[in-house]
């Protein structure tokens, strides 16, 4: 498989700002499907910025000038087969799903609460084999949807047990064998918590 | 507070039992900085899927910075978001 050689390519200018070229904390990014563009999630501005994989350079912004977008506090986000977006959208506690290729907002889930489909901090998200793997935060748990936003199932409850428990969930990933991998904050030892769906 | 991108072993027990593991970490890149290859708190990160490149948001830099894959051995990419 792969390896990072340490080699340093290049990178954006790390100006702070509001601008078309700036970025104010940007949270993830991921591929779209023909492997052309990228889109960073830009969490202090809320919105998303697409890049062009060769150049870098900013092609266009995906904002709030659709009203049913309107993200707030944009965090992790992915890109499914069919070149849909799957953004946690942190401040509104819900997943939006928008269509790559023209900005279009396409349907959303999920409000503040603890019930299956809530969230409280919605933080970041993965797709893998057709199934939406959620880190939801300040619930302790990862919730697994269907890519339609159907409700399959959770796991996680706060705790510090070696079984089913943890305490709040980061970073998400699905590997080939379809074992979850979750990243906690504020555990620095690298401990990957999985299960097989 | 750790600033890198870390390279780890998945561990697969070929049962369904939920697990804690700490799998050992091949490589690590990366300190704190805003200079090449350095990073304040790293956020998000994606692979081309041509696996030619790794993208990391690099998240109170307010940048992003890319480094290039060679093919290995099997991994999973740990990154110490903050």
Redesign the interface.
Known sequence: MLTIDGQFVRSTSGIKGRGFEELNNPRDVCINTSNEWFIVSDSGNHRLVVYDINNFQVQRLIDGNDSQINLHFPFGICCDENDLLYVCDRGNNRIVVIRFNDGLFLRQWGRKGTQQGEFDAPDFICCRQNILAVSDFNNHRIQVFTLNGQFLFTFGKLGSGDTGEFRYPRGIAIDDEGFFMVKLLFVFTKIHFMMKY | ??QH????M???DN?????????P???Q?GQWG?G??EFWCP?????????Q????????????????????????F????C
Do not use: C, Y
Not at chain 2, 5 to 8: C, D, I, K, R, T
């Open positions: 507070m750790d991108v870390s390279l780890s998945a561990v697969d049962n369904n039992r939920q697990q804690l593991v700490s799998p970490v091949i490589r890149v805003n090449p290859l956020s998000g990160l994606a692979i081309t899927r041509n696996n490149h790794l993208i990391v948001v690099d998240s109170w830099n307010h940048r992003l910075q890319v480094s290039i894959l060679i093919e290995e051995e099997k991994f999973s740990l990154l110490d978001r």
